[in-house]
């Protein structure tokens, strides 16, 4: 079965860190790139961090760019999104998926998502 689960979110106060983790089964991780994305309450899905299998090259939206750090551990089919110096505008269901290449907005597998919230 192939299958991604999230894991990792949760309430934090602003300013706070949370590391997201996205661990995959019934395929290999490194022959894809993989892609955070999230979506808040009455707004549109937004990618927000995405690393490749080629190069390990990674992007990230200007808005979480020098606070969220994308990276992989092939080894353990994983994964991770950490987030540093969170704001009240990155409450969102936050989803893993995989996609051929970062640039490729077709994303074969989704994970079921995991809520985090940023409030004081």
């Known amino acids: 079965q192939v299958q991604l689960v999230e894991s990792g979110g949760g309430l934090v106060q602003p300013g706070g860190s949370l590391r997201l983790s996205c661990e995959a089964s019934?395929?290999?991780?490194?022959?894809?790139?993989i892609g955070w994305l999230r979506q808040a309450p009455g707004k549109e899905r937004e990618g927000v961090s995405c690393i490749n299998k080629t190069d390990d090259s990674t992007l990230y939206l200007d808005s979480v760019r020098g606070r969220f750090t994308i990276s992989r551990d092939d080894a353990k089919n994983t994964v991770y999104l950490r987030m540093n110096n969170l704001k009240p505008e990155d409450t969102a269901v936050y989803y893993c998926a995989a996609s051929t290449h970062c640039r490729v907005p077709v994303f074969e597998y989704w994970g079921q998502g995991t809520q985090v919230t940023v409030s004081s």
């Open positions: 019934g395929f290999t991780m490194d022959d894809y790139a």
